[in-house]
Nanobody, 119 residues
Framework: QVQLVESGGGLVQAGGSLRLSCAASGRTFSRFPMGWFRQAPGKEREFVASINWSGVGTNYADSVKGRFTISRENGKNTVFLRMNSLKPEDTAVYYC????????????WGQGTQVTVSS
């Protein structure tokens, strides 16, 4: 069983940056894809970014392309989300996700970390 713990959220002004981290434990981290999702108040959870097992393959939501970067350090069982040029509409709870069983969907989730961007 995989456990995910996010950190790095906080309050930042528009135009600022944050880096989120997600530490994974429980299974061989380097073998499965990871992702970041977010959920704003009153809205459904939405996809932000994903990365394959090697770190070479990445995908991004259109709303964050060019501003956010997902990366991973398999030796440290950690995935990161670097967020630049933050906007108030980026305010949300950010969740780390994993597909440890390689079933083609993210089915393991962290507890979330709050990101608030002030205008």
């Amino acid at each position: 069983q995989v456990q995910l713990v996010e950190s790095g959220g906080g309050l930042v002004q528009a135009g600022g940056s944050l880096r989120l981290s997600c530490a994974a434990s429980g299974r061989t981290f380097s073998r499965f894809p990871m992702g970041w999702f977010r959920q704003a108040p009153g809205k459904e959870r939405e996809f932000v970014a994903s990365i394959n097992w090697s770190g070479v393959g990445t995908n991004y939501a259109d709303s964050v392309k060019g501003r956010f970067t997902i990366s991973r350090e398999n030796g440290k069982n950690t995935v990161f989300l670097r967020m630049n040029s933050l906007k108030p509409e980026d305010t949300a709870v950010y969740y780390c996700a994993a597909d440890p069983g390689l079933v083609g969907k993210f089915d393991t989730w962290g507890q979330g970390t709050q990101v608030t961007v002030s205008s």
